[in-house]
């Protein structure tokens, strides 16, 4: 099977019943806690390339550095909306499950079950 990657926050119910969806079928995901360590630019855009999906749609809108930083602004450019979460990590969405060259956002959690065999 593929490698499993979780970028993962312990505080989050979402990411905890990902992560317990996972174990109960045995998998034991390298785990990467984002706000610890959070990803680079280069690190964010493999992930939404693999996500397939833009910036803005990572963006956890109901964070209060979401209304601070301005960010709902539609004139940001993508790599104004990828330093944002780089710098503020915690307005990346979450969990998000890797494997291979696919990733998925586990909202609800059982969304990361679509990536396993």
Do not use: F, W
Request: aromatic content about 2%.
């Amino acid at each position: 099977m593929t490698d499993l990657t979780l970028y993962h926050n312990p505080r989050c119910s979402k990411s905890r019943g990902a992560l317990q969806l996972l174990e109960e079928r045995g998998l034991s995901p390298t785990i990467v806690r984002y706000l610890e360590t959070p990803p680079s630019a280069a690190q964010l855009q493999a992930l939404l390339d693999k996500l397939g999906i833009g910036a803005r749609q990572l963006l956890r809108s109901g964070e209060e550095e979401y209304r601070t930083l301005n960010l709902a602004d539609a004139g940001l450019s993508e790599a104004q909306l990828i330093e944002a979460m780089v710098s503020h990590p915690k307005l990346i969405e979450r969990p998000i499950l890797i494997a291979g060259d696919k990733a998925v956002i586990g909202r609800p959690p059982e969304k990361v079950l679509e990536l396993l065999p």
